[in-house]
């Protein structure tokens, strides 16, 4: 790359950050030289796929970690006592030996013990404009764990059949899981999808909508910009916030609840299927009160700008 090009980008950078500052931040000293990681994003591309297997003798005591950068991440629990890993590595050049150098430096780092395997890939640098380079994971492994961990920063992430204690979290990328189990779900940009029960499910997301469908769980789901929508069986202690968008909930297989509700005096409270329902008007919002038989399971139902609609079947 031309030297005075690479010195017109990394001063443009420089610019874009200092005027996003605000006036609480920290003046740093930086030299050219640290630099030698960032590249720019090229048309041709270079791939290559890494396996591994390993086994796991206790699955039940067996943790799995795995951190990614850019990449989508599929999980699936299956009969087996191993976990195998594809890890689909591409990385981008202005030529193919340039490609294929970035993707040499694409690394995947294995760390295995008795009763945990951890996964972590680390890319070869900053890239400026182009395509990034990127790891895609294929999963699979035993049906149940102790507790199993996924966290990417710019990618999807999915989870299957997989019966354990979650923590699942990805800064730009949707999160879709399935199985049993108590989860800690979370993302900044994306939705979020949970498919489970027999545990605590604890869902949040900054840009994003929040689907649960949930048997005997204890539920907390919260978005600033998104809707959020419940269908949940059995249901322990519920709670549901978002500031911008419509709250639903589809209530089934419960016989003592309290429904506490509330949204901006414009928008519509509806809840049915009550043994009594008391609505209050206020100055600035409406609020509602909800009981089904005699209330001991606590539900509480909060937005600012949207609707909140809770449905009991008997």
């Not at 199985?179 to 499910?201: F, L």
């Not at 929040?210 to 949940?232: C, F, M, W």
């Amino acid at each position: 790359m031309d030297k005075n090009l690479y010195k017109l980008l990394i001063s443009i950078t420089l610019f874009a950050t200092m005027i996003s500052c605000k006036p609480t931040c920290e003046l740093v000293s930086l030299d050219l030289r640290d630099f030698k990681a960032v590249s720019i994003g090229g048309r041709v591309k270079a791939e290559a796929v890494e396996s591994k297997v390993y086994p796991v003798s206790h699955p039940d005591k067996f943790t799995f970690s795995l951190k990614n950068t850019n990449g989508s991440i599929r999980v699936s629990g299956k009969p087996t006592r191993e976990i195998s890993i594809r890890a689909e590595k591409v990385a981008y050049g202005e030529d193919q030996q340039q490609a294929e150098k970035r993707l040499e430096e694409l690394i995947i780092v294995y760390e295995k013990k008795t009763d945990e395997l951890s996964i972590r890939a680390k890319p070869p640098g900053v890239t400026i404009g182009g395509r990034s380079p990127r790891v895609d994971f294929i999963i699979s492994l035993p049906e149940t764990l102790r507790q199993v961990n996924v966290h990417s920063v710019n990618g999807r992430i999915d989870v299957r059949h997989v019966n354990s204690t979650f923590d699942l979290h990805s800064s730009n990328g949707a999160i879709d899981v399935e199985g049993s189990g108590d989860m800690e779900v979370s993302t900044t940009n994306g939705r979020i999808g949970v498919r489970g029960g027999n545990g605590e499910i604890r869902a949040s997301t900054t840009n994003g909508n929040i689907d649960i469908d949930a048997n005997n769980s204890k539920v907390s789901a919260s978005s600033t910009n998104g809707r959020i929508t419940l269908k949940l069986r059995s249901p322990e202690q519920t709670d549901a916030h978002t500031t911008n968008g419509n709250i639903s909930a589809d209530i089934s297989e419960a016989r003592s609840i309290k429904v506490e509700a509330g949204a901006r005096k414009a928008w519509r409270l509806y809840l049915s299927g009550f043994d009594k329902v008391e609505k209050r008007k206020g100055l600035f919002q409406n609020s509602a009160t909800a009981i089904l038989g005699d209330g001991k399971v606590r539900m509480e139902f909060k937005t600012t700008n949207g609707s909140i609609e809770v449905r009991v079947t008997r």
